[in-house]
């Protein structure tokens, strides 16, 4: 999949996109044959002979091009889009339900079980099951962001002290980018995240394997790397469910080494990025919560990032 | 002026290796190999979009660089390991190991030879 389907809405990848797509379209199309059919008066009525212009200039000809022939034709339009985008306020049922948070500058997301209580917590990157729709139930806990995944669905914006809800299904197995599309300060364009559609046997062992705790250390260097992690005071902040680790300022890291990127959307996930972030937090991502823990030696650091690497 | 070029030429060869920046990698595989493990993060890097890190030096000029981690000597061979193994070499380094193949350190290390 290429970079531009990865994000484009033109990319379409399931109902709601499909609407917005088709809307698109629909206008592009409609705009340009009536953009061509002004041209061609005008230039008439610059390069015809008097005479045979004339009949542009009578009140019957101003009044139909002028007042029904627009009326006409945009509340046409206007009726036909509604109609076609209804389905992106439809409430389908029994959808899995997922809780997405937006903060400077990360998304914070929650899986609901039946009864509404969170069975996995994960960040800035949302697994769904091909072909089932999902309800995102998106709030903010700071400023106004709004949830833009242009393959799959239209924008929403998050605002504070409101839940608003999105109907998405996802058509076609993919990764598909999204991003927040509302300015939320200073590091609003490092504020991306991932969609990932699986068949639905390969989602339910995902969410399985989400919700367990923290596996082990296989060696000595990943239990240092834990260890460092828990004394450099990292759990203040992070939750590593199996540890110490249970703060809730910054994003669950318990699985951190199996989601496609770090830091939002914004860089590749692997040993190199993940100390690299840790050391320059805020080289990479100016004013965000995390400091630059560049505080332990170059091994310490890599023990760290090898720890949460192995963290899949 | 020609006894000289050709004392020159006998002087090189008597080197018996080819010169220490040249290698045999695909530089312009090397350069989307960098992008996509963002090695960038740490590194400012010439040519990658985006690799202003300052976590590890800058790789600018890197080609003319004498010594890697201001410890090894910057040869193709070195460099190659050092991409994948930096730990073995130097263990207080913060550079962690990379799971290249031969090939891919080999491109990795042409680009950064490209780097004047």
Redesign the interface.
Known sequence: MSPHQQQSTLAAQGPAADAIATLWWVMLGASAVILLAVIGLITFAIAAPPERRRWLASSRIVIAGGIVFPVVILSTLLSWSLWATRGLVARPSAALRIEVVGEQWWWRVTYLDDTGRPSVVTANEIHVPVGVPVTLVLTTADVIHSFWVPSLAGKLDMIPGHENRMYLRADSRGVYRGQCAEYCGGAHALMAFYVVALPPEAFEDWLTAQARPAPEPADDFLRRGRELFLSTGCGACHTVRGTAATGVIGPDLTHVGSRTSLAAGILANNQGTLAGWIAAAQHIKPGNRMPSFNVVSGEELRAIAAWLESLR | MARLAVTMALALAACGQPPAQATDGDAQAGRSLIA????G??HTIPGIAGAR???GPSLDGFAERAYIAGSLPNRPRVLMDWVRRA?EMA????????PFTDREALDVAAYLYTLR
Do not use: E, Q, S, Y
């Open positions: 996509r493990f963002d090695c993060v740490c890190g300052k976590v730990p263990p207080n380094t913060a550079m962690p190991p990379f």
